[in-house]
Each structure stands twice: as C-alpha cells, then as structure tokens.
C-alpha cells in the first residue's frame, strides 16, 4: 500500500507516540505505587494495579489480533486509542482502588490493541525489505519506556502529583489520535468469518487461572489454591487446544505452526519474554543483595542491558531493511545471550560492578538484534487478511513467557533465600538496609547466598537461549523483498525471505 512521503512520516509518528505511551504505562506507574496505595488506603490491593493491567493486555492480544483481521486495523486502533485515553481519564480521577483497579483493566485492554495494530499497520503498509526498520522504530518504545518510566513516574509523582502519571497521556494521545485519522490509510478487511467466542473464553480462563498459581506456588498458605489453579490451567488449555483444532476459524490458527518460518519465529520471541524480560526485574535485587550497592547503583546494570537493547534493535532493522538478509541476526543475539547469561551464572558475587553491566549490555544486545525483526519475519508468512493474528501469536508467547517465567524466578527467589537466610534476619521483612546494617560476616554470607541462589537461574536461562540458536539457525535462509508481498495462501508453505 503506497503513501505518500509526509503521510507516511505521520504515520510513524502517531504509531511511535502510542506505542511509547502503552509501553510507559507499564514502567511509570511503579514509581508511584507507593503514594497510590497510601493515599487510597488500600496497600494490600496494591499489585493488582499491576497484575490487573499485565493480565488485561496479555489475554486480549489474540482476541484483538484476530478482530483486526476481521473488521481492518485501523478501526481498532482507533477505538483503543480511545478506549485508552478515557481510561487513563478514569485512573487520575480515581477514588478508591477498586475503581482505579478497573481503570487499569481497560487501560491494558487497550494498550493490546494499540500494541498490535501498530505492528500490522506497518506490515499493511511497507514492504518486507522496509518493515524491519519500522518495526524497529515503534518497537524501540520498550526499551525507552524502562530507561525513562521510573525516573519520570517519580518526578510526576512528586511535583504534580500521581494522577498525572495516568493524566499525561491525554494531551499525547489527543495529538496521536488526530495524526491517526489522517494518516492510517483504509485496509480492507478479511472476508466476514465466525469469531472463536469458545476458544477466547477457554484460553482466557486457562492464562489468568496459570499465572495465578505460578503467583501463589511460593507462598505455603496458599498451596492449595495455587494446586487448583493448575488443574484449572490444565483443563482451559487443553480445552484451548481441542477447540483450536476443531473450528473452522480458530483464534490461533495452529496450522501456522507447520510452517518454519512461523515456527522458528515464535519460538525466538518467546525465548525473549523467558530469557530476558523475566529475570530483568530482579537485576536490582541481586546487585544490591550479592554486590551490597544502593538502588541508585544496582540500577545501572538493567540500564546497561536495555540500552544495549535499544542500540542493536535499531541497528539491526536498519541494517536488514538496506540488505534485506537476516537469518545472521538471530543466530549471533541468540548466541550472545546464551554466552552473557552463562557469564553471569560464573561470575564470583564481589566482582567489580562494571563487569556485570558489560555482561548484561551484550545480553541485551544479543536480544535486540532479533527483537522486531522476528515480528516482520513471521509477518510475511501469512495471507494479508492473517497479519493481525500472527502478530498477535508473536506477542502473546512473549508475553505469556515473561509472565510465567518471571513468577517462577520471583518462586526460586524466595525459597532459596528463605532456606539460606542466617537466623538473626527475618525473610519475611529482608530489605538492603537491613543487610547493610549487620555485621560483615552476615553481609558476606547473605551475598553469597544470593550469588548462590541467582547462579542456577541465570544458567537455566543461558540453556533457554542456546534452544534459541536451534531456532535461529532453523530460519530459512534468503533475502527480504523490496517488493510489495502477495503473502502465500496457505500458511504452511515456506516464505521466499
């Protein structure tokens, strides 16, 4: 689809400013929660501010995938967009949890179809060669939002107060909106199908009912409730998966799994929400545990990682949009992160601070050299009137990935360490200063603990990404066309990139 040189760099604006805003809606907000939950009274409420927008978004993406498909991209960006601002309306104005909470619900509901539909407009609107660049672009939201969000959530926070962390993205929005109605061109919907109400409701009661019991499997007085969720989990996937198989429509179509390209595609983005995003929240922990620093330092190491990311995802589109080769890409970021993680699972605790930021940095450069281009890979196996449900399959097990995993490590984390603490601290209410405040031998002691309890995982993580090299190198080698792409009928048959 051909737009004009200005329409198009409108384009990309709107899409940029509105992938930046739902990516910071994740970051910003965890500055002020603190202040959130004092002022409404209700801390014990106060990580399904959180966990209520993750969710939100998570379950939407193959919902809204395949509703982009149905009834055209721009329709639901557009209605996301302001479903979105009315939203994040409704969290400042707030006046007690339970309607912030709400609030957030349809913000993350929203934010999913922002997310998507930004990737499958460009897909409808450039050519495989151009798409990795552009895709780059937006998608370097991510790694911007975490350099920028927390620092900006706490600045907001203090000066203007926290209804403004919600607030700021109405003027943006507004902005992205108009530029939006102008500049995202009509794309013709697929032809009218049935939509897979059975397989929505199955796989949504299947993921809340999974991350509820990898929440709850750490915490002994919950035991029971987290063995019930798993079954829950069992049965709704399972469920998932016989639906898919037997409708004429599914919401996941799994016949796109025969293809490799798809396949492989998948399996490199799910490694990134596994593999990185999940153990990315515990970096600050573990440097102020293992290596005894204070916040601000222990921040630099998940700094260095993501600008790392930022760096190599923009190079890397850049550099596949002007050759049009990038099976190379995947292979060497798989093979960087694999060698980083294991890295940082033997490296002794009390190593000089600048090492792990430098071994995080090539982690996170090895991740970002495939972290788009694999969405506009995987585009290009599918019919046009499919794109929106691809990249929904793509973002969804990223997702899902990070999600499980980093429950799973925050699990490993707190048993390990509960088992190890000395006596005389209490895991229940272990902070940094209370470790500081000990003697050196109790200081020494708990940083080997730590070293000791994060070394498996960074390992375990080191394996995942080296599984990731089989699914690079599985990639079909070829070149990007600079040609607009009648994608194949079936998906099944291989892509010619």
């Not at 500049?183 to 013709?188: N, S």
């Not at 035991?223 to 998932?240: E, Q």
Request: charged share 10%; with cysteine; net charge neutral.
């Amino acid at each position: 689809m051909s737009l004009s040189p200005l329409r198009f760099r409108l384009l990309v604006a709107s899409l940029l400013t509105v992938s930046i805003l739902g990516a910071l809606d994740h970051t910003i907000v965890a500055t002020s929660l603190a202040t959130i939950a004092g002022e409404l009274g209700a801390l014990g409420q106060m990580g399904w501010v959180v966990v209520g927008y993750t969710l939100a978004s998570t379950v939407l993406l193959p919902v809204l995938g395949k509703v982009g498909d149905l009834v055209g991209p721009r329709l639901v960006f557009l209605v996301s967009l302001v479903v979105f601002l009315v939203a994040s309306l409704a969290c400042g104005f707030a006046q007690d949890m339970t309607q912030l909470i709400v609030a957030r619900v349809a913000q993350g509901m929203s934010s999913a179809g922002l997310q998507l539909m930004s990737q499958t407009i460009v897909a409808h609107v450039t050519t495989p060669r151009e798409r990795p660049k552009i895709l780059s672009i937006i998608g370097a939201a991510f790694p911007v939002a975490i350099l920028v969000g927390p620092v900006l959530g706490g600045a907001i926070t203090d000066y203007w107060g926290w209804s403004w962390v919600f607030w700021i993205n109405i003027p943006f929005g507004v902005a992205a909106f108009a530029l939006a109605v102008f500049a995202i061109p009509h794309i013709d919907p697929g032809p009218r199908r049935r939509f897979d109400f059975a397989g929505a409701t199955a796989f949504t009661v299947a993921f809340v009912a999974l991350v509820l019991a990898v929440t709850w499997i750490g915490d002994p007085t919950a035991a029971s409730a987290a063995l019930v969720a798993f079954v829950v989990a069992a049965i709704g996937f399972a469920a998932f998966f016989t639906i898919e198989l037997r409708v004429s429509e599914p919401m996941v179509p799994l016949r796109f799994f025969a293809d490799r390209t798809i396949a492989a595609g998948v399996a490199l983005s799910a490694i990134i929400g596994i593999g990185l995003f999940s153990v990315t929240a515990y970096l600050p922990t573990y440097f102020q545990m293992a290596y005894r620093t204070t916040a601000t330092v222990s921040g630099l190491v998940p700094i260095a990682t993501v600008f790392g990311m930022l760096v190599s995802n923009l190079a890397t589109g850049w550099l596949v949009s002007r050759t049009g080769h990038y099976r190379v890409y995947p292979i060497v970021g798989t093979a960087l992160g694999a060698a980083g993680l294991l890295a940082m699972a033997l490296l002794p605790v009390g190593a000089p601070l600048w090492v792990p930021m430098v071994v995080m940095g090539v982690v996170g450069i090895g991740t970002g050299s495939f972290m788009s281009l694999v969405v506009a890979v995987v585009q290009g196996a599918v019919p046009r009137n499919e794109t929106g449900t691809i990249t929904a399959t793509v973002n969804l097990v990223r997702q899902m990935g990070s999600t499980v995993a980093t429950a799973v490590i925050g699990g490993v984390i707190g048993v390990g360490v509960a088992a190890g603490l000395p006596s005389i601290l209490d895991a229940s209410t272990l902070t940094p200063q209370a470790v500081r405040a000990s003697s050196p031998a109790v200081q020494e002691q708990v940083a080997q603990l730590y070293g000791g309890v994060l070394a498996p995982v960074f390992a375990a993580l080191a394996v995942v990404y080296a599984l990731g090299i089989i699914a690079a190198v599985l990639l079909p080698k070829g070149q990007l066309s600079d040609e607009v792409q009648h994608a194949p009928e079936a998906a099944s048959e291989p892509l010619t990139a």
